[in-house]
């Protein structure tokens, strides 16, 4: 079926970093910035500490408090939505309960990376999240970081059983396997892209939108191409995105999100470096990388 016209998080959803102040502290001051930054920049949805935030680098007690003042800060203009997955059921549960509890709009959790759960553990990890709060909540299937696929039968199954899950963050990569989510989702599912390189194709299948990381360093340009995308101007979109590609290839030249947080510096927003087991960009991947930017005009 066609994807709903209820867009409750909106098209474009920066995968927002989380910046980081000299002692690799997060930098909630910064944090705020950003936000207002990414929409300002035409952002409808900021999605908060989830894999390009550094998830796996950052406390629980520094997450909450996180959840807490994007919402209060930069809620009033836009959805602020909390990424509580985990490959531990009850710590996701407890973690959307926190963040439920602090206001946030909606959540995001990710298959179980690590243990590699079989489809029925998935349903059932997803099931009891669910059951946990009232907020409405994204999937996210990543093969490339859980190691296992969600297969499409496993989110559908999902989407007609929990009413509160809404939607999909779709990083599998296999157009087949998100058209068949598409065709076949109930009324109010919806799927996002979860790789930037691919949004032009899986709107075209009836995708709503994106989850981005590019939306970090550009959002005004991933805007544009979501827009050209729900409006059917395919040409028009299919030129924006041809012309955004290279950066969209360019951020993930190494593990994400290194370069996302050096593009923010090169121009001229810097939010600190990664932390371990992450290293910051090296000499030659920021030139690249700022190569890349001049190429789709984004630097001098």
Known sequence: MTQSSSLTFGRLI???VTPFDQDKNVDFKRAVELGH???EGGSDCLMIAATTGESPNIST??????FELMKNECGGEAPIVANVGSYNTEASID???RAEQVGVDGLMTVVPYYNKPPQEGMYQHFKAIAESVDLPIILYNIPGRCGVNMLAETTLRLARDCKNIVGVKEASGDLDQIKQIIDDAPEGFVVYSGDDALT???MKLGGVGVISTTANVLPARMKEIVELCAA????????AHEALLPIMKQLFATSNPILVKQALASLGFPVGGV????VDATAEQTRELEEVLRKVGALQ
């Open 37 to 39: 930054r990414l929409l």
């Open 275 to 278: 932390k371990l087991p992450l």
């Open 232 to 239: 059917g101007d395919w040409d028009s979109a299919w030129a």
């Open 14 to 16: 920066p995968a927002m």
């Open 61 to 66: 007690e520094d997450k909450v408090r996180l």
């Open 95 to 97: 973690l959307a309960k």
């Open 200 to 202: 032009y194709d899986v």
